[in-house]
């Protein structure tokens, strides 16, 4: 079979290309219910409106592009647990199974997104395992797709879970590696989008929402409830702390230490503990960021990589989870310059569901592994994200700067008519004061309720 060889260039070319045909428009102020009416502009959005509902896309339509614009891809498609070689004339060229992969419930899922193949190694050595992985092929940081793990004296690493890597039986890598080559594009799918059917009940108007942006979304099916001014750049405060966390999980080893330094703590506010001198291992730090909402933990944690590299990588991940339109230049939010749209902070949202549920365990105040003695009582750490107490609160997080006023981002658990549970986004941004932010979710919800979630 002949190799493929895909040149930096246009690979770029290719990249821009896929998040210009996927973007789409949403006019001002749209709400699904029976009356709703086909308000589509052209391009991909008409796509994705089945019986005059609006759906978001998913990786399915990097899929769909990558195809039409016959590119030779990797696909590595987590739910089927296959992985699919794609030539260039968009043809199957190397199909298999998918042996393990990380556990999405703990910190070990493997990471979905757009990627490209970095580096190919005959081994690589896991430091965290103490095993070796044949024929590794680099796509993100440090995931890959690699053959069967083994010890330094040739025994077989035996478990059925990976360390977030995909790993398919010795002799289907063996031939993949030699198939595949740098700078190949690479999509792995986590989930798409399950067509779930909602029974229209009740067509109850919409709450009146005084923010300058929000988005109401079924993070499964990709349904939108409701939504006002889905592509306003905006900025996200706080809120950047769900990727900062995110990405310093999927680049730092949880359990490496960090010794603060006076320079780490710039940012407005103060966090108990986090002082000069003090170390702390990464997944410690979580903890004060993500609950407490610590500028400090932020600035801390971006030290890990170097606060450069940190926020490149920051940039990178929301372009490879479909976050087109955000941007990033910290780790904690503070600078007014961290912008995203309702739109952007749904995938973040999803991805985080999908691929890293410790970080949603976290901003509810619930202890999740820290590969040690978690030295922060979480008890007595002061949660700052509204609704955390609340039994149906899967995650989220609360910010605030002056130039964004209130900001939120809610995913709640709806029991539905037919007994299915279902994750919704709620997404707010730009409200005056904390107790109208709190007041527009819990008008939100209860609209939900009354239209959608309302038992028969």
Do not use: C
Request: no cysteine; aromatic share 12%.
């Amino acid at each position: 079979m002949k190799k493929f060889l895909i040149i930096s260039s246009a690979f770029l070319f290719l990249l821009a290309g896929i998040f210009y045909f996927a973007s789409f428009f949403i006019p001002n102020v749209i709400v699904i219910n029976s009356k709703t009416e086909n308000n589509s502009k052209q391009g991909v959005l008409e796509e994705t409106k089945v019986n005059g509902l609006v759906y978001l896309t998913d990786f399915q339509k990097v899929k769909e592009n990558l195809l039409l614009a016959k590119a030779a891809f990797l696909e590595a498609d987590l739910s089927e647990r296959k992985v699919t070689l794609y030539n260039q004339e968009g043809q199957e060229q190397l199909k298999y199974p998918i042996l393990a992969l990380g556990d999405m419930e703990n910190w070990g899922g493997s990471a979905a997104g757009f990627y490209k193949i970095n580096a190919k190694e005959p081994k690589v050595y896991s430091k965290s395992l103490n095993i070796y992985l044949p024929n590794a092929l680099d796509y993100y940081g440090k995931y890959y797709f690699h053959g069967e793990p083994y010890y330094s004296n040739g025994a077989k690493y035996i478990s059925e879970v990976s360390g977030g890597f995909i790993r398919l039986a010795n002799k289907h890598i063996k031939e993949l590696f030699g198939q595949v080559e740098q700078d190949l594009p690479v999509l792995v799918i986590d989930k798409n989008n399950d067509n779930y059917q909602y029974g229209l009940q009740g067509t109850t108007s919409f709450p009146t929402i005084e923010a300058k942006s929000y988005l109401v979304a079924d993070l499964d099916s990709g349904l939108v409830f409701a939504q006002k001014d889905l592509e306003s750049v905006l900025p996200i405060a706080s809120l950047t702390k769900l990727m900062t966390a995110l990405v310093t999980s999927e680049n730092v080893l949880l359990n490496k230490s960090i010794q603060i330094k006076k320079e780490m703590l710039l940012p407005p506010g103060s966090t108990q503990k986090l002082i000069a001198g003090n170390s702390f291992r990464q997944a410690e730090l979580l903890y004060p960021l993500l609950i407490e909402s610590s500028n400090d933990a932020g600035e801390i944690l971006s030290n890990f990589l170097g606060k450069e590299k940190t926020v490149q990588l920051m940039n990178e991940k929301a372009k490879a989870i479909l976050m087109e339109s955000t941007t990033f230049v910290d780790g904690h939010g503070y600078n007014a310059n961290n912008v995203s749209t309702v739109k952007d902070l749904y995938y973040l949202a999803r991805y985080i569901k999908n691929n890293r549920q410790p970080i949603f365990k976290i901003t509810k105040g619930e202890s999740v592994p820290t590969f040690g003695t978690l030295r922060f009582d979480v008890k007595k750490l002061k949660n700052y994200n509204l609704f955390s107490k609340d039994a149906d609160f899967i995650g989220g997080k609360t910010g605030l700067i002056p130039e964004s006023k209130y900001n939120g981002l809610f995913v709640f658990s709806f029991k539905a008519p037919d007994k299915t549970e279902r994750k919704v986004a709620i997404i707010i941004l730009g409200v005056d004061l904390e107790k109208d932010l709190e007041k527009d979710v819990k008008d939100i919800k209860s609209w939900l309720k009354e239209n959608y979630f309302k038992a028969k």
